[in-house]
């Protein structure tokens, strides 16, 4: 089969490959888009987006059709249910905060993406760098197409053939159960513009607002391995029944009304740990990675969509550094412009990554010593003040 030739060629038409293809398209640059699905990858109920994720979403020019879309939250309400009694915090949001339907800003984002750029269907089976030099990569599918890029990124997520390319190191994980999508409210809703954050008998629930009538949740609790079910209809059930007694009834009715198209289940939360974040090579000759690839979080922190925009920004704003003057690249500098791309996202995602893993084994360990190490971390961090979201990565 005849080898295609690409300047740029993106694995992975998620948030994180369709931000960076529509951050290059700014920019005048051009990209191929391979995604394995048949279609975009629309469903997954909501995502959280915070001011510096909303900052990237200015640079890219559609911030305002999304904020169509999604009410502000103006305040957390965190509430720890204990047996002598409830504890509860109200902590404002400093910025903004929005719950996006993630089909909103997958399809927002690929409409603004030239027709063509996104190829469906393509499984990656192998890659290889282009020359001795690792100047450029080949890529092999599973259907037998050859496709040569001078630029490879890697937008693919926790399990990325493009890291693994790189010689990364997996992300490990942790059994803990994720249930999360939206319940609607024909007549309104009743919570006001508030995120509440639930703590209660093991168990972890959010409720945020999203527009008048739709709200997103999530459930998130620890189990045994023996224990974990992906059936997304069995999982709500199984929770309803868990938390009655346990929970407030508009609660209850919360799951129980969850969208059925919106339900998300994840059995193992996936995470690079920050030591890996800080010390890897993110970056083989003109390969390099983004988003989940780079930096998977797990859920603790709600920073891996914006994250992704921000890898997404800069790793465009870096790339056109070494284009000419009508968007193609010059494959000598290619390699500088991605290594002054994991240069500056190094340090802020170190940081995210260790917020989260420190939230993470706050909510799991039992050995005082680490909880005390750990509530130190996230005290330092100014993680419970959103101190992480305060953030902009500048100019496309």
């Known amino acids: 089969m005849e080898e295609e030739v690409h300047g740029i060629v993106i694995v992975g038409g998620g948030i994180c490959g369709l931000a960076t293809a529509l951050a290059l398209h700014r920019k005048g640059i051009p990209s191929l888009?391979?995604?394995?699905?048949?279609?975009?990858?629309?469903?997954?109920?909501?995502?959280?987006?915070?001011?510096?994720?909303?900052?990237?979403?200015?640079?890219?020019?559609?911030?305002?059709?999304?904020?169509?879309?999604?009410?502000?939250?103006?305040e957390f309400h965190d509430v720890w249910q204990k047996e002598q009694g409830n504890k509860s915090v109200v902590v404002p949001v400093r910025g903004e905060l929005r719950w996006l339907k993630r089909k909103d800003l997958i399809e927002t984002m690929a409409k603004n993406i030239p027709s063509g750029a996104i190829r469906f269907g393509?499984?990656?089976?192998?890659?290889?760098?282009?020359?001795?030099?690792?100047?450029?990569?080949?890529?092999?599918?599973?259907?037998?197409?050859?496709?040569?890029?001078?630029?490879?990124?890697?937008?693919?997520?926790?399990?990325?053939?493009?890291?693994?390319?790189?010689?990364?190191?997996?992300?490990?994980?942790a059994p803990r159960m994720l249930l999360r999508g939206y319940t609607r409210y024909p007549h309104g809703h009743p919570f006001g513009p508030h995120f509440l954050r639930l703590r209660c008998k093991g168990m972890f629930v959010g409720r945020s607002p999203m527009t008048d009538q739709l709200v997103s949740c999530f459930v998130a609790f620890w189990h045994p391995g023996g224990d974990a079910t992906k059936d997304a209809r069995a999982m709500k059930a199984f929770l309803v029944e868990k938390l009655k007694g346990q929970c407030s009834d508009d609660i209850v009715e919360l799951v129980r009304?969850?969208?059925?198209?919106?339900?998300?289940?994840?059995?193992?939360?996936?995470?690079?740990?920050?030591?890996?974040?800080?010390?890897?090579?993110?970056?083989?000759?003109?390969?390099?990675?983004?988003?989940?690839?780079?930096?998977?979080?797990?859920?603790?922190?709600?920073?891996?969509?914006?994250?992704?925009?921000?890898?997404?920004l800069v790793l465009a704003r870096s790339l056109a550094r070494a284009a000419d003057g009508r968007g193609e690249l010059r494959e000598e500098k290619i390699g500088a412009a991605m290594g002054a791309y994991v240069r500056e996202r190094r340090l802020r995602v170190a940081r995210l990554s260790l917020e989260s893993f420190a939230m993470g084994t706050l909510l799991a360990t039992k050995s005082l010593l680490t909880r005390l190490a750990c509530f130190a971390i996230v005290t330092l961090l100014g993680t419970n003040s959103l101190g992480h979201t305060h953030y902009d990565c500048g100019r496309l």
């Open 33 to 74: 888009v391979l995604e394995k699905s048949e279609t975009l990858r629309a469903a997954g109920g909501s995502i959280g987006v915070h001011s510096n994720g909303w900052c990237v979403l200015e640079q890219l020019g559609i911030a305002p059709e999304l904020r169509e879309t999604a009410d502000v939250v103006t």
């Open 122 to 173: 393509c499984h990656i089976a192998e890659i290889h760098p282009a020359n001795p030099e690792n100047h450029g990569a080949v890529l092999t599918t599973l259907d037998g197409r050859v496709i040569r890029a001078k630029a490879l990124i890697g937008c693919d997520g926790s399990n990325s053939v493009v890291a693994k390319h790189l010689g990364l190191t997996p992300p490990r994980s």
């Open 257 to 312: 009304g969850l969208d059925p198209e919106s339900l998300i289940v994840l059995t193992r939360i996936w995470y690079r740990p920050p030591w890996q974040v800080m010390f890897s090579s993110f970056r083989r000759g003109t390969a390099t990675v983004a988003g989940d690839a780079m930096h998977v979080f797990g859920s603790y922190i709600g920073q891996g969509g914006s994250a992704a925009l921000e890898d997404a």
